[in-house]
């Protein structure tokens, strides 16, 4: 694709009354292409190609039964550690035990409230209905509370008799191994759903529902705002006049008269320009491809273009 707009949009040296390098070239796109970090079959497409959507918005979501049994599972495991360690601390008759019962108690409705702020937080942030900060409060709250847990399991095992210290440890390590599981199965449900990485634009839709995807086989690309790029052809001669950071005026047919940008990068290595050309001279010429950044509006990407090195530039370039 790139070699055949580059075939229509020829090199060339203008030969304009003050020598300003004259080049021609196309606008580039520097695509984001969007795949599940693991394979599945798609769900559920919510965006339609050319949908301009919010950085964070669900654009796809693979099958999630398999997923959903397995946190199921994973929960389930959990409540029955939990439920032994209780059996286990319960036994004691003392007041201290009574007393540290009761703080973890408290402590592990606590944690419930934060891992719901935490969901919360989560889906609102992934809408961008909330700033990412607001996320990471949620986030260390809960993860606040997990530790007042297993502190508190902690002097709960303490308060116990000698004789059933190691057993109260163990159990309450097994209720932490499951509570993880829980929230690595809890991930891996919700990495299922392929969000927006920025404010951007659908480009194109590659899978649809019903079709399997996965990290080597991508559902979209995305083009992120702000990401079109001029892609321009320095003519050999011409290069000691055009470093990066040259700032070019472009040109291009609906486009807006004031559209500048600037020189980001050229290639180190010369290039022949491509095979359809527009006269038999320019086919051997030799030219470096380079890359400009716009300052301002950028056209899509694939509109041909004509880029003049500023009067000030060139000047500074000679």
Do not use: W
Not at 22 to 45: D, Q
């Amino acid at each position: 694709m790139k070699r055949i707009l580059a075939a229509i949009c020829v090199v060339g040296l203008a030969g304009c009354g003050d020598n300003t390098p004259t080049l021609n070239g196309y606008a580039e796109g520097e695509f984001v292409m969007l795949a599940p970090e693991t394979s599945g079959r798609i769900a559920e497409v919510n965006a339609a190609e050319g949908a301009s959507v919010q950085a964070g918005a669900a654009l796809f979501r693979l099958d999630t039964a398999a997923e959903s049994l397995s946190l199921d599972a994973a929960r389930a495991r959990a409540a029955a550690a939990t439920a032994r360690f209780d059996d286990a601390v319960a036994g004691g008759r003392s007041p201290e035990i009574a007393a540290a019962r009761e703080q973890l108690e408290q402590v592990k409705a606590a944690q419930v409230r934060a891992r719901a702020d935490r969901a919360r937080a989560q889906e609102l942030a992934d809408t961008g209905v909330v700033p990412r900060a607001r996320l990471d409060e949620a986030v260390a709250a809960a993860e606040m509370a997990d530790a007042k847990v297993s502190e508190a399991r902690q002097r709960v095992t303490l308060a116990e008799l000698p004789a059933r210290e190691n057993q109260i440890k163990a159990l309450a390590a097994s209720a932490e191994e499951a509570e993880q599981q829980v929230k690595m199965a809890e991930d891996v449900l919700r990495r299922r759903t392929v969000h927006a990485p920025a404010t951007g634009r659908v480009e194109r839709i590659l899978r649809y529902a019903g079709d399997v995807a996965g990290p080597t086989v991508p559902a979209m690309r995305f083009l992120p705002d702000g990401r079109v790029i001029a892609v321009l052809y320095i003519p050999e001669p011409v290069l000691s006049q055009i470093p990066t950071g040259t700032r070019v005026d472009v040109a291009c047919d609906g486009c807006p008269a004031d559209m500048t940008a600037e020189i980001i990068s050229v290639g180190d290595e010369t290039e022949f320009t491509p095979p359809i050309i527009y006269s038999d001279a320019e086919r051997t010429r030799l030219v470096y491809r380079a890359k400009a950044r716009f300052t301002g509006f950028a056209p899509p990407p694939g509109t041909p273009l004509r880029a003049e090195v500023q009067r000030n530039e060139a000047r500074r370039g000679n």
